[in-house]
């Protein structure tokens, strides 16, 4: 049984849906063999495609410098710690803020370079999904 989103998807395969992209189509009207669960890590090794290895992250700030700085939850990233320079230096000078645009400039290139590697390990998840399907397939058709 293909599912609820089986008529869904065919309805906007008629009306030539314009796009494809976005959590919402992808998660609940594309094939859900293929599409990466977000909530879950990677399935595959991460080292596949990778012969002389990766580069691993390594957070910079410590859970006790966190905590210290009262950083929110949702700051607690790789670029926390950009994130604790950019609040200190508005305690700093405040309310002359402005002063503190660079490090403001630091840490938001820094959470866009984050969401960058997130969506690129996002998209080799897919792709690699879509390979293993692939490969199943035309194991299945060899094997009748």
Known sequence: DPGPAAGVRQLLVQCKFPSKMGHVYSQYLGDPAVTPDHTKGPTFDPLYGYPGGRKERVMIATLEEMESAQLPLNKRDYCAHLAIDHRACRQRVWPLTYKCAH??????????????????????????????????????????
């Open 103 to 144: 490090e403001k400039h630091t840490y938001l290139n820094c959470e866009y370079a984050d969401y960058v590697l997130r969506l690129k390990e996002h998209e080799r998840e897919r792709r690699l999904l879509e390979r293993a399907k692939r490969k199943a397939e035309r194991a299945a058709r060899a094997a009748h």
